[in-house]
């Protein structure tokens, strides 16, 4: 008996040595990767029965749920950068990280109490949008902190696909829930808010507050040096070349919205577009991040943008069969797989270690910037030429912007080993 | 980490699987509605029998039954049909609704007999259902939910889908046809297509609501080719006449979401509003070729297509109102 227990015991840290010394991920970035994945689980739940409940049990108005989602989208917009330096000022990433955490289980105990009115709901939409504002630069810098800086891109692979597994998830707890209780929202909404608090407590209880790189203690980084890090000499190149970047990549929204115009197959194989992307997604996201620690994250990331010129091929033929659009959605898996978390791994590695949190919450709300820039050009475009037209012209754009990107983020990345 | 931490954790997953698996029983065992056996009453007697489906006042999400009124007098209820949004025409109708399990919406195609030919899940709520007079095609509209993995790139979006009516088969959607606008291809990433209404003559032509930017443009349907023309402006959920000689449609107000309703003349394209001086979110069925039909909500009422008389209530706590021919056998 004896014998039994001590062999299960030597065992057991054994295994978890071997398995984590093959990926190498610091246990700080799995545990990371757990509170995002069940956050996901618990927010996908809402966000998946939302339009339901909001039209079916509350009798809203389609137009209701369009105003409340667009709440939903821009509440998060400029949180991220203030949230970012206060974390990197008060050298509290945890902390913060954990307000933005709380502020969304807290959002999902109000769905149970308090979601039974159009603007109870839309309130508590927004205060978990912002919640989602204020965790994301800090939690990204706790990742980062806690990874040696030749295996960032491993660690944000390894974050991002566990994350996209909770998105995953959500929807299909949800669906569970109400074919086994039809109709029965309140029960979507206790079993989201279980899951958030889960995720909650696995931040307090597991995630390490000072990890290997953090920063000795000295005077707190000022606003001043944070709002300068965008002239920074290795860091204002990787911000240019992610804002080209991103203005000059499309939508996946739209690129769906274009494929549904291009293809001719049964609409119910719609919503099969996106999971079979976020397959693709999480099951790229961890090799390519330890392909990008291998050869550097600056090639993979090129590699990554131009998988979109497939994605932007198959929009431009004139029909689709089913293999090319596999090819569509794997592409645009793995474009968002090797470019998102290895961009932020760069940054990672580029940024000073005081002003972590700071610079990923410039680098988000600059990416996001140039995202919203992207969709209004490319929507106007589609009006004025034409669908394919306007692809033709984004794939010339991002033509450019790979070429002009490309000897920054190599200098960007030279910096960073060489500082 | 240190061990604390783990045994705290695996408590409380251990605790949140029981409370959340016990809430989930619970709620499974406990009452859990899609449809309403509630009826309707009728009104004013008219001389034209009328399909409705009934509503609940008290929870108007709620699928309801469908019934015939006739004479004043609520004559049949159709066996193993509840839904949101029904339409009938020459032996073969479309019922939307909530689904059994509560968690989507489905479509039901089905003959004079009530009987099923085929059933189709609906990306999203139902909106708009007709059925072309010759019973050839029918046309779906839903509102499509935001799907969470993506962000939508408008508001709302609408997908209108075309039907065989025959075996219920899906003959594509809206979004798929071709458009021109004063002969020129016509296209934006903002399309939405709602409220289709079929030619009393030829089925294959049909009118509907094409939405982009601020414009709610009318345009002319081919359904062989595939093919839709923008006729003019200012014209949403446009419904044919039994004659095909005017349009009924919402005209809207301002900026908000509220309508008139108009009635068209399809010769001059020129229109004017009717009686009726609350907002009506519906796609109008026409009584006779002088008479509209059309429901707030919760009750039918009709009105005088030229613009004199006023509103009467011809069936209280019903909606989706649709003429039958007499002797019609729904």
């Known amino acids: 008996m004896y014998q039994v227990e001590a062999s299960k015991a030597l065992l057991k840290p054994r295994l978890w040595a071997r398995q984590s010394s093959r990926l190498r991920v610091p246990r700080n970035v799995i545990m990371l990767g757990a509170v995002s994945l069940l956050t996901d689980v618990s927010s996908e739940m809402v966000a998946t029965v939302l339009p339901m409940y909001l039209i079916f049990s509350l009798g809203a108005s389609p137009l209701v749920f369009g105003a409340i989602d667009g709440t939903y989208r821009g509440a998060a917009a400029l949180v991220q950068v203030v949230s970012g330096f206060t974390s990197d000022r008060w050298r509290r990433h945890k902390e913060v990280a954990g307000i933005g955490y709380g502020l969304s289980a807290l959002g999902k105990v109000a769905m149970v109490t308090a979601g039974n009115t159009i603007g109870g709901v839309g309130a508590i939409v927004a205060v978990d949008r912002v919640g989602k504002g204020i965790r994301t630069a800090p939690r990204d810098a706790l990742i980062s902190l806690s990874s040696a800086k030749d295996k960032l891109a491993t660690s944000f692979g390894v974050h991002r696909a566990m994350d996209s597994v909770g998105a995953m998830l959500g929807p299909l707890v949800a669906f569970g829930i109400l074919f086994l209780a039809p109709a029965r929202f309140d029960a979507v909404f206790v079993v989201s808010t279980l899951f958030a608090v889960l995720g909650l407590a696995v931040l307090i209880l597991n995630v390490e507050a000072r990890p290997q790189r953090a920063p000795s203690e000295g005077a707190p980084p000022r606003l001043r040096a944070a709002l300068s890090l965008v002239k920074e000499r290795s860091f204002a190149p990787l911000l240019i070349a992610a804002a080209g970047l991103s203005v000059a990549s499309v939508s996946d929204a739209l690129i769906y919205v274009g494929l549904q115009r291009t293809i001719d197959f049964d609409p119910a194989v719609f919503p099969l577009l996106y999971v079979m992307t976020a397959i693709s997604f999480m099951a790229l996201a961890i090799p390519v991040g330890q392909l990008a620690d291998r050869v550097g994250k600056v090639p993979v990331l090129l590699a990554g943008q131009a998988l979109l010129f497939l994605v932007y091929g198959v929009l431009l033929m004139s029909s689709v069969g089913y293999l090319a659009l596999a090819v569509c959605l794997v592409a645009l898996g793995g474009y968002f797989a090797a470019t998102e978390g290895v961009m932020t791994a760069l940054a990672g590695a580029v940024l000073p270690e005081e002003l972590q949190a700071s610079g990923i919450g410039i680098l988000i709300t600059v990416v996001s910037l140039g995202r919203l820039v992207s969709s209004l050009a490319f929507g106007a475009l589609w009006f004025a030429i034409g669908l394919q037209s306007a692809v033709l012209i984004f794939a010339a754009c991002l033509a450019l912007a790979l070429a002009l990107s490309a000897p920054l983020l190599f200098r960007a990345q030279r910096l960073a080993v060489d500082g | ?330």
């Not at chain 2, 193993?80 to 609704?97: F, K, N, P, S």
């Not at chain 2, 923008?230 to 014209?235: A, E, I, K, Q, T």
Request: hydrophobic content about 35%; some cysteine; glycine content about 10%.
């Open chain 2, 1 to 330: 980490m240190d061990s604390r931490g783990g045994k705290i954790t695996v408590a409380l997953v251990v605790a949140c699987v029981l409370l959340g698996g016990g809430y989930v029983v619970y709620a499974a065992l406990g009452p859990s509605q899609t449809t309403t056996d509630a009826s309707p009453t009728a009104g004013e007697a008219s001389g034209v029998p009328v399909m409705v489906r009934a509503v609940d006042p008290a929870k108007p999400t709620l699928n309801g039954r469908v019934f015939v009124v006739e004479d004043g007098k609520v004559v049949r209820r159709l066996p193993d049909l509840a839904c949101e949004r029904v339409y009938y025409a020459a032996g073969r109708g479309i019922c939307m609704g909530v689904a059994a399990s509560g968690v989507d919406y489905d479509a039901t195609v089905f003959d004079s007999e009530s009987r099923k030919l085929n059933e189709i899940t609906l990306l999203g709520l139902p909106s708009r259902a007709r059925v072309s007079a010759d019973g050839r095609y029918g046309a779906m509209t839903v509102f499509v939910n935001g799907d969470s993995y993506l962000s939508s790139p408008t508001a709302f979006s609408t997908r209108t889908t075309l039907l065989e009516m025959k075996n219920g088969e899906q003959l594509g959607q809206l979004e798929q046809f071709t458009v021109t606008k004063d002969g020129e291809p016509f296209d934006a990433v903002d399309f939405n297509f709602w409220g289709v209404t079929f030619s009393p003559t030829d089925s294959n032509t049909f009118y509907a609501t094409l939405a982009t930017g601020d414009h709610h443009y009318l345009v002319e349907g081919d359904i062989e080719a595939r093919s839709l023309r923008v006729l003019r402006d200012g014209v949403e959920c446009p419904s044919l006449s039994p004659d095909g000689r005017q349009i009924a449609f919402k005209s809207r107000i301002g900026e908000e979401n509220r309508w008139h309703v108009h009635v068209l003349d399809v010769a001059t394209l020129k229109d004017q509003p009717v009686a009726e001086q609350r907002s009506v979110d519906d796609q109008v069925e026409w009584l006779d070729d002088q008479t509209l039909v059309y429901s707030d909500g919760t009750n039918v009422y009709t009105v005088p297509a030229d613009g004199s008389g006023e509103e009467q209530l011809l069936i209280k706590d019903a909606t989706s109102p649709v003429r039958l021919e007499a002797g019609s056998g729904a």
